[in-house]
C-alpha cells in the first residue's frame, strides 16, 4: 500500500513514472476499492482544466466499408454479415446541420478505411464542411494514411485526428490484427499526425485478448512519452462474427480505473467516455466522468445506418447515446452537475 501510495504521489508531482511505477498502479486495476481512490483524483483533475463542464462531439460514421481485417471488429473486411454502406456528403452535411442546431461545434468524420474516400474526394468534402459550419472544428478518424495525405487533410481544414494505436506492444499488436498490418506503420501515421499539426487522439480497448498488465505499462509509457491530445478508450467486447467472438468482454472497474489513470497522467487531455463504455455500463457517461473525462461523442450518423456500423454486439446508438436525444444527455448531466461546453473544445495547448 505504502508503495502504492508512493508511486501515485509521484503520479501527481511529476506528471511521469517509471516502469516500475507503472506496473505497480496497474496491477491493481481489478482490485476492489482502487477505482473508489482514484476516480475522486482524476474527475477533480478534470475539473481544474475544464471545471464542470462537458464537451459534445456529433460523431458521423462516414462508412463501415473497410479494408483492414482486425480480429476484434465487427466491421473487419471478411465479416460477409454486415450490411455495407457509405453516407454522401450531402447526408453528411445534413447531419452537421442538425448537430449544429443542437449545438456541437465539432464533427467527427469516423470510418472504416474504404479505398472510396481518397484524398482528391475528401477535401473538397471537408472544405465544404469548413464552409458551412465556420464556428466548428472537424475531427477525423479514417485509419491509417499516407503522410501526404494527412497534410492534405490538414490543408483542407481538419485540425484532430484519431487514431487509435490499440497497443504499444508489437507482439500484442500482432494477436489483435492480421500480419498485413504494422505496429511500426501504426506508430510513424500518429507520429506524422503530430508533427502535421493535428490534435492527435490515441488510445486502446481495455480487456483485449492478451491484454496483462505488461502490455497496459507498454501503453502508459508510449503515452506518457507520445503526450497525446486525446485518448479514446473503452472495454472490448465480442462481436459474434469475429475471431474474438468468444473471448470474455472487458471488465467495468477495470476501464474506470485506466481511464482515471490516463487523467492523472494527461490532466488536459481530452477524454471521452466512450460507447462502449456506456454500453457495459448503465450509467456509462456518469461513471467515466466520476472517473475523469469530459467529452461525449453522441451519434450523429443517419438513424438508418447505425444498426451497420458494428464495432461490437450490442452497441448502443440510440436513448442518450444518440445526437437527437441532446436534451436528455443534458439532462442526464445536470442530475451529476455538469452542463454542456458550449465552444468548439480545442485542447488548451492549441
Ligand atoms: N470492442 C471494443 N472496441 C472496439 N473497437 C473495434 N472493435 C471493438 C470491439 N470489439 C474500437 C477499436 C477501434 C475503434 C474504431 O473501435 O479500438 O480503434
Redesign the pocket.
Known amino acids: 500500500r505504502a508503495d502504492l501510495a508512493g508511486a501515485l504521489d509521484r503520479l501527481l508531482g511529476q506528471g511521469r513514472l517509471s516502469e516500475e511505477d507503472w506496473r505497480l498502479l496497474l496491477n491493481e486495476r481489478k482490485a476492489a476499492d482502487f477505482l473508489s481512490e482514484l476516480a475522486p483524483m482524476a474527475q477533480k483533475t478534470a475539473q481544474k482544466t475544464y471545471g464542470n463542464r462537458i464537451y459534445l462531439r456529433g460523431l458521423i460514421e462516414l462508412t463501415n466499408i473497410c479494408g483492414n481485417n482486425?480480429y476484434?471488429?465487427?466491421?473487419r473486411r471478411e465479416n460477409r454479415e454486415v450490411r455495407r454502406y457509405r453516407l454522401t456528403p450531402e447526408e453528411v452535411s445534413a447531419a452537421c446541420a442538425e448537430g449544429y442546431a443542437a449545438g456541437f461545434r465539432t464533427f467527427v468524420l469516423?470510418g472504416g478505411e474504404d479505398p472510396y474516400w481518397t484524398d482528391d474526394r475528401l477535401r473538397p468534402f471537408i472544405q465544404d464542411l469548413r464552409a458551412q459550419f465556420p464556428e466548428s472544428v472537424i475531427t477525423l478518424?479514417l485509419g491509417e494514411r499516407r503522410r501526404d495525405s494527412y497534410e492534405a487533410l490538414y490543408a483542407a481544414g481538419a485540425r484532430r485526428y484519431?487514431?487509435?494505436h490499440?497497443t504499444a506492444d508489437p507482439e500484442h499488436y500482432r494477436r489483435l490484427h492480421p500480419p498485413e498490418m504494422s505496429y511500426a506503420r501504426r506508430m510513424q501515421a500518429l507520429t506524422d499526425l503530430r508533427d502535421i499539426g493535428f490534435q492527435a487522439g490515441c488510445?486502446?480497448?481495455i480487456g483485449?485478448p492478451g491484454q496483462g498488465t505488461d502490455q497496459l505499462v507498454t501503453d502508459f509509457l508510449f503515452m506518457q512519452d507520445f503526450q497525446p491530445q486525446m485518448v479514446?478508450l473503452?472495454?472490448?467486447?465480442?462481436?459474434h462474427a469475429?475471431p474474438?467472438a468468444d473471448e470474455p468482454?472487458?471488465g467495468i472497474d477495470e476501464t474506470l480505473v485506466v481511464l482515471a489513470l490516463v487523467r492523472l497522467l494527461l490532466p488536459k487531455v481530452l477524454l471521452p467516455a466512450?460507447t462502449?463504455l456506456a454500453t457495459l455500463h448503465p450509467h456509462g457517461h456518469a461513471a467515466g466522468i466520476a472517473s475523469g473525462c469530459n467529452v461525449i461523442m453522441p451519434n450523429l450518423s443517419p438513424p438508418s445506418v447505425r444498426r451497420a456500423y458494428s464495432?461490437?454486439?450490442g452497441k448502443r446508438a440510440f436513448g442518450t447515446e444518440a445526437a437527437e436525444n441532446v436534451a436528455l444527455l443534458t439532462a442526464e448531466l445536470a442530475q451529476i452537475g455538469y452542463s454542456v461546453a458550449v465552444d468548439k473544445g480545442n485542447h488548451p495547448d492549441f
Open positions: 482486425c476484434y471488429c465487427g466491421i469516423q478518424s484519431l487514431l487509435r490499440e488510445g486502446m480497448m483485449s479514446g473503452g472495454p472490448f467486447i465480442p462481436h469475429t474474438f468482454a472487458g466512450t462502449a464495432l461490437y454486439d
